[in-house]
């Protein structure tokens, strides 16, 4: 079992920054493929941003790469979400999850096992 809690989610002016965090506890963290994903108001939940288990491989949907970094601190149990230059359509529920059986990159929900509660971002405009 992984249990995932993220933070550092809240409002923000467009052009600004978030840090998004994610601690997990349970099974060996540093073993854990882990992602983001965000889901808006109406719309499905889409990929956002992948690390593999060693940190030495990302991988990031078209539409926030150059602005979002996705990293992990293997020491604290934490993966974060450090996003720049926002922009209102960034707007969304982002959760954190923990792919426990593969660390091959992958953008699909269903390669997850678990699943954070979620944290809110809100860009205005």
């Known amino acids: 079992q992984v249990q995932l809690i993220e933070s550092g989610g809240g409002l923000v002016q467009a052009g600004g920054s978030l840090r998004l965090s994610c601690a997990a506890s349970?099974?060996?963290?540093?073993?854990?493929?882990m992602g983001w994903f965000r889901q808006a108001p109406g719309k499905e939940r889409e990929f956002v941003a992948y690390?593999?288990?060693?940190?030495?491989?990302?991988v990031y949907t078209d539409s926030v790469k150059g602005r979002f970094t996705i990293s992990r601190d293997n020491a604290k149990d934490t993966v974060y979400l450090q996003m720049n230059s926002l922009k209102p359509e960034d707007t969304a529920v982002y959760y954190c999850?923990?792919?426990?059986?593969?660390?091959?990159?992958?953008?699909?929900?269903?390669?997850?096992?678990?699943w954070g509660q979620g944290t809110q971002v809100t860009v205005s405009s």
């Open positions: 690390i593999s288990w060693s940190g030495g491989r990302t």
């Open positions: 349970g099974r060996t963290f540093s073993t854990n493929a």
């Open positions: 999850a923990a792919s426990v059986y593969s660390d091959i990159p992958s953008s699909r929900a269903h390669d997850y096992n678990y």
